[in-house]
């Protein structure tokens, strides 16, 4: 069973606009969320991340929002760009043993059209 | 070469055949990850290696076998593979084992087909 759920395979978006990706996890031991992006052919990137003790975290364009009530966290860029095309995973962390694990979504593929 | 790398980008062999995949890390981390990414499924941690040693096997069949003979090097061999073990393999390392200040960094991975 899949403890990290990204349910829009897709989303398609025009520059400038701004993107909303979503993710939802059940596991309520998890304390940190990250979010990584991929472009084809190239390994995931780190973008942005947030403690389960915020509800908000901001760099640039580039905001993560958690609601630990519904077990949701959701990523938003504004404006979004062409550049920004791409995978983007949502992963989350909780510590297991004596490796601090990261699950993954199964991430959403951006299009922003120009 | 920067960050990591992975050698072979794409590998085809039969089931019978014994290869192996090679990453390399250039970041000065103490940590590795080998990750398995199947059609329309999450990246799934394998292993971790944490100076050298492993300390996370994720339940992986022993027809996948690690080895890590330094901190900036990690292979994965593998033997008698089944076609369902056609996947992206993704190599990753970080400074250390904390989620919270040690950011996995990512290969571009291996596209390995079974045949």
């Known amino acids: 069973d899949q403890q990290v759920k990204q349910n829009s395979p897709s989303l398609s978006v025009q520059e400038g606009r701004i993107s909303i990706l979503n993710c939802d996890y059940t596991?309520?031991?998890?304390?940190?969320f990250l979010w990584y992006k991929k472009y084809p052919a190239e390994g995931p990137t780190f973008l942005i991340s947030?403690?389960?003790?915020?509800d908000k975290n901001e760099d640039g364009r580039f905001t993560v929002f958690l609601n630990k009530s519904a077990k949701h966290l959701s990523l938003h860029i504004v404006p979004s760009q062409p550049g920004d095309s791409a995978v983007y995973f949502c992963?989350?962390?909780?510590?297991?043993?004596?490796?601090?694990?990261?699950?993954f979504g199964t991430g959403t593929l951006l299009a922003v059209q120009p | 070469e920067t960050g990591v790398t992975q050698t072979p980008r794409h590998l085809v062999m039969g089931m019978t055949n014994k290869k192996s995949l090679k990453c390399e890390q250039h970041?000065?981390?103490?940590?590795m990850y080998w990750y398995k990414q199947s059609a329309k499924k999450p990246l799934e941690l394998m292993f971790v290696?944490?100076?050298?040693?492993?300390?996370e096997n994720n339940s992986v069949p022993s027809r996948f076998s690690p080895e890590c003979p330094n901190s900036s090097h990690l292979f994965l061999h593998l033997h008698t593979l089944q076609p369902e073990d056609s996947a992206l393999y993704l190599c990753?390392?970080?400074?250390?084992?904390?989620?919270?200040?040690?950011?996995?960094?990512f290969g571009p991975g291996t596209r390995l087909t079974v045949l």
């Open positions: 970041l000065g981390h103490n940590a």
């Open positions: 596991n309520s031991m998890f304390d940190y």
């Open positions: 992963a989350a962390s909780y510590y297991g043993g004596a490796t601090n694990k990261l699950i």
């Open positions: 990753a390392s970080s400074q250390g084992l904390a989620a919270t200040t040690d950011t996995q960094y």
């Open positions: 947030i403690s389960s003790i915020k």
């Open positions: 290696y944490n100076f050298k040693e492993q300390t």
